[in-house]
């Protein structure tokens, strides 16, 4: 069984920035695509940001430009958030995909954009 342990989410004003990080508890040698999703109040759960294992990133539309997703080593990525907006506030949830079919989520971290 894989954990997934965020950190990174609070409270920031319009236009400040955040980091969130996320790290599995062990290393997988399957190819994978890890990342986050978000979920507003009231919205459907989205796709923000994710990367493969082999590197290919893939970011929501409103969100290009702003957010870059990276990794750390093998078993941790960040999602570096600039510019933030009040429609970015929801629950960030990272994301864990194996290419045999697992899917695993982490516990979700808050993230408020608010004056």
């Known amino acids: 069984q894989v954990q997934l342990v965020e950190s990174g989410g609070g409270l920031v004003h319009p236009g400040g920035s955040l980091r969130l990080s996320c790290t599995k508890s062990t290393t997988i040698p399957d190819a994978y695509t890890m990342g986050w999703y978000r979920q507003a109040p009231g919205k459907q759960r989205e796709l923000a940001a994710t990367l493969t294992s082999s590197g290919t990133t893939n970011y929501l539309d409103s969100v290009k430009g702003r957010f870059t997703i990276s990794r750390q080593n093998a078993n941790t990525v960040f999602l570096q958030m600039n510019k933030l907006m009040p429609e970015d506030t929801a629950v960030y949830y990272c994301?864990?995909?194996?290419?045999?079919?697992?899917?695993?989520w982490g516990q979700g971290t808050q993230v408020t954009v608010s004056f």
């Open positions: 994301n864990l995909q194996l290419s045999r079919g697992a899917i695993y």
